[in-house]
């Protein structure tokens, strides 16, 4: 296979490591590092975990219903071309551009957060030199190319990987009375017998936690769209999709479980590490009781990494989802455009643009303004982008078979279909549709309407599309499942011939 770029594909730079630690990346950063505790206050011990496991267990399906298209047709566009082949392209184009704006909100949303870590340590300096920096770096290591974004993902991701490890260790030495700290009065389930432990405020706050544990597990799809640039990703992608999914069940159950066993949901400060406060995440509450005194200096350069990994995972996703849509005609043919490193520039020029707006948005309007609404509405697009995943996985092995296929022709199989997709989708819209019930019933509509802003942002996209171009559901004989145009397929093909001899 070429390394080189030939103008007009994107290079396959990114090696398995690579993917693996994108996956893991994705779906690790300040809602484990710091919002965790809230969760565990809001519910209870059990309640959390209870909660986190249902939608790991969804995630699991819908990583396997994504790998498994993306082992045979793995594009940059995803779940955007999936969506267009084999349901309609008008949901391909508003999955498409619903995921870019997801994305691009996010670059802007990181470039706050970094602020507000670093005046952690330079509380003299205004927040928007470090901002400007930070996006600045992330946009350099971008135009690097995959392999650029690649690197610094892998490191940035395996930072927390360490950190996570180290806190489960030390946790469970606490837990048994190794080390100082542990569970209150010596009694080691107490946490979770007093009150109304485990499960603190019943269904419904389990239900509350549900949403916020969804939220915490988005960016395990990225895997999707980096295996567009990935070498043999017949390979690759089934490997980071088996193994990285547990790793990252682990952290969080395994998080979870020492923070409930040695923090009673009652303390206060868990509650208090929603509002971003460091000081009070519950994984510097819990250092703090074996007499580590810096554990909150040393969180916050871990956050630090988190909000530069999400940040770059942000510019590369978004980006490569905007050229995916311009080389499908759904977006201006200027962004098209690859430079000598294959990188889609202008897609890269845009972005950074879009993600720079946003975060003036934010100095102008502040925490009422324009921005918080845009933000809200990103929240949502992360699960309007995991229903569409479930849909088209649905429908792509439907027309396997319409089209005198086997299932067992693929590299990679995804779990329990059609239970799988089915179940993802249905707990996706359940928490679309109930995700702020509370303001609904209270009759605070503007408050709900910010909330479910992003259904609004994708029915803007979904609807013109539909009306101008006329589009229908594709037939599931007329599927396209056509690779020619897939760079790099050669190899893939090559890849699974071998292992099947």
Known sequence: ???????????????????????????????????????????????ALLAYAVIGTMVFFLM?????????????????????????????FALGWNYWYNWAITV????????????????????AIWSILFLALLFGLNILGARGYGEAEFWFAGIKVVTIVVFLIIGVLMILGIMKGGPEGGHLFDNWVNGDAPFHGGFLAIFGITMAAGYSFQGTEIVGVAAGETENPGVAVPKAIKTVFWRILIFY???????????PYTDPNLLSGATDNIAMSPF????????????????????????????NSGLYTSSRMLYALSKEGKAPSFLSKLSSRGVPINCLYFTAGFALLCFVLYLTGGENGVYLWLVNGSGMAGFIAWLGIAISHYRFRKAWVA????????????ALYPFGPIFAFLLCAIVILFQDYQDILAGNWMS????????????????????????????LKDCDFSTDNITGMDDIVSEIDKERK
């Open 1 to 47: 296979m070429s390394k080189g770029n030939d103008g007009e594909h994107l290079n396959r730079a990114l090696k398995p490591r690579h993917l693996n630690m994108i996956a893991i990346g994705g779906a690790i950063g300040t809602g484990l590092f710091v919002a965790s505790g809230s969760s565990i206050s809001g519910a209870g011990p059990g309640g």
């Open 64 to 92: 396997t219903s994504l790998g498994e298209m993306a082992t045979y047709m793995p594009v940059s566009g995803s779940f955007e071309t999936y969506a267009t082949r084999f349901v309609d392209p008008t949901l391909g």
């Open 108 to 127: 802007a949303s990181e470039m706050v957060a970094g602020a507000i870590v670093m005046g952690y340590w330079f509380p003299n300096i205004h927040g």
């Open 253 to 263: 159950i395994g998080a979870l479980t020492v923070i409930g066993f040695i923090l």
């Open 284 to 311: 510097v509450l819990v250092l703090r009781r074996t007499g580590f005194a810096a554990a909150a200096s040393v969180m916050n350069a871990v956050i630090l990494t988190s909000v530069l990994s999400c940040g």
């Open 403 to 414: 089209q005198g296929h086997s299932p067992h022709e693929f590299k990679y199989h995804a």
């Open 448 to 475: 709900a309407f910010g909330m479910y802003l992003g259904i609004f942002v994708f029915l803007a996209f979904f609807i013109p599309y539909k009306v101008i171009k006329k589009t229908k559901i594709v037939p």
